[in-house]
């Protein structure tokens, strides 16, 4: 017999898109997200190309169809143990961590202000603090805290359960297991920045000025650990000579092989960032090919009327001056076979995205390609990866790949399952 119920795994863009898309055509969805809220990295995004709107501009729109729909269970703070079964009829456990706060939670923050311990801000990858019962952003969806009971000492839990005046602050909570059955299955666990610990010849995780591009995204951001203004981490001093390093890690034997496809343009909207605020500073990119495709070719142009130097070239070498803090940048510029060190004030390492499959895979046999992206139709039918578990690319590419992994779904629910590559 048919079983039209899917379930998504991953609650970022892609995932929420495959979610919606499935459920109004009729699917029961269960859409599962590890996070306490839903949206992935498109939440710690400061403004998106090519609209250069806010992320939640596009993420209201989706969190609405989610909460009129009754054929979407939101599941956060959620994992896959594991699947048995195949095409048409997975039996699938999903461990459901506990929140500690109740779901009639209203987000009222009076425990918040009671609470006096706190924890590094992985929103803001741990720049900054929050208190241990938290919202984890400010548009977070659902709008509702969570604890964080790891964080506390001796007896301070107790005292905040006895603040909330609704009695909905739980530290008995438990997670639990949730059985489903389900037709078919699409994994979109999404990306993480390289990590810039790997590029310690760039100074990753070794000079503080030595940023990801994904934390310029926080910098710039009004939620984000310094209220939007773009500081430099060693002395909150304001950048005046910001450079930008692009494929850090990326189309690269050594780290990543794939180009990332959007590290480009991130680094052209982040050279807008600066401008905005430093209209005077001086911006350099260092490149191997600006990969500004199809329409953002002209953003690109706007860009470069903007005082931008660009050096074709990798860094060799980078060092940081002891006193400054400032980066001693050496490269060859391949246009003019100069080969010059030049100091920086704020340095950008523009990472590229690796799959979460290549460290968490699909609990099933499964293909994936030499960085860890997951390779549809080769291996176990029924499921799917989509978005930027399968390919790194922007928001658009990243919704049409997962409406294409819907429309397969739900074929192969129906046994006329093509494959979705
Ligand atoms: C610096 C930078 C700037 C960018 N700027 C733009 C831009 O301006 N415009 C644009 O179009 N694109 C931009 N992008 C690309 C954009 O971020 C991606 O297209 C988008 O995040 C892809 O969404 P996704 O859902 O595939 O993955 P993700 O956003 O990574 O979402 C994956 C979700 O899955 C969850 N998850 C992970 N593992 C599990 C698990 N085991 N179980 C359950 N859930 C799990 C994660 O918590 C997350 O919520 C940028 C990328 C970078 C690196």
Redesign the pocket.
């Known amino acids: 017999m048919e079983n039209k119920s899917i379930l998504v795994?991953?609650?970022?863009?892609?995932?929420?898109?495959a979610a919606v898309e499935a459920a109004e055509v009729g699917c029961q969805v269960f859409l599962?997200?590890?996070?306490a809220?839903?949206?992935?990295?498109?939440?710690?995004?400061n403004?998106?190309?090519?609209k250069?709107c806010p992320?939640n501009c596009g993420l209201e729109i989706n969190f609405q169809r989610i909460k009129k729909n009754p054929k979407i269970t939101v599941l956060t703070l959620?994992?896959?143990e594991n699947i048995s079964g195949a095409a048409g009829n997975f039996d699938v456990n999903i461990k459901l961590n506990p929140r500690y706060v109740q779901d009639q939670c209203t987000a009222c923050q009076e425990c918040v202000e009671v609470c006096t311990t706190e924890r590094a801000n992985d929103f803001n990858f741990g720049v900054d603090n929050t208190k241990a019962i938290y919202l984890p952003h400010p548009f977070a969806f659902p709008m509702k805290y969570v604890v964080d009971i790891d964080a506390f000492k001796g007896n301070e839990a107790a005292e905040l359960a006895a603040a909330c005046k609704h009695d909905l602050i739980d530290l008995e909570m438990e997670a639990t297991t949730m059985k489903v059955n389900v037709g078919a299955i699409i994994w979109?666990?999404?990306?993480?920045?390289y990590d810039i610990k790997n590029l310690s010849n760039y100074g990753g995780g070794r000079f503080e000025n030595a940023i990801?591009?994904?934390m310029?995204?926080r910098l710039a951001a009004i939620t984000g650990p310094t209220g939007g203004k773009i500081l430099r981490p060693s002395d909150d001093g304001e950048p005046q000579n910001i450079a930008f390093v692009q494929c850090a890690g990326s189309r690269d034997e050594h780290h990543q092989k794939a180009c990332?496809s959007?590290?480009c343009?991130?680094t052209l909207?982040?050279v807008n960032y600066i401008r905005k605020q430093y209209p005077d500073a001086k911006i350099t990119i260092y490149f191997m090919d600006i990969r500004a495709m199809g329409k953002h070719e002209d953003y690109y142009q706007q860009v470069l009327e903007k005082n931008v130097k660009l050096i074709k070239g990798k860094p060799s070498e980078i060092k940081e001056d002891a006193t400054s803090k400032n980066l001693l940048v050496l490269s060859e510029d391949q246009f003019t076979q100069e080969i010059a060190t030049l100091e920086y004030d704020l340095l950008v390492l523009?990472?590229?995205?690796e799959p979460?499959t290549a460290a968490?895979n699909i609990p099933v046999e499964f293909k994936y390609d030499v960085d860890g992206f997951a390779i549809n139709g080769v291996t176990t039918p029924g499921i799917y990866a989509?978005?930027?578990?399968r390919k790194?690319?922007?928001?658009?590419?990243?919704v049409q790949?997962?409406t294409a992994a819907v429309l397969k779904a739900i074929q192969s629910t129906t046994g006329r399952g093509g494959e979705h590559e």
């Not at 599962?32 to 996070?35: C, L, P, S, Y």
């Not at 809220?37 to 995004?45: M, R, S």
């Not at 403004?47 to 090519?50: D, G, M, S």
């Not at 979109?188 to 920045?193: D, E, K, L, Q, V």
């Open positions: 795994v991953g609650g970022g863009i892609s995932g929420i898109t599962v997200e590890k996070n809220y839903l949206g992935g990295k498109v939440t710690q995004i403004e998106y190309f090519p250069m992320p959620a994992e896959v979109a666990t999404g990306w993480s920045s990801s591009n994904i310029m995204e990332s959007v590290c343009m991130a909207k982040q523009a990472t590229g995205m979460a968490d989509a978005g930027c578990t790194p690319g922007d928001v658009a590419s990243s790949d997962a």
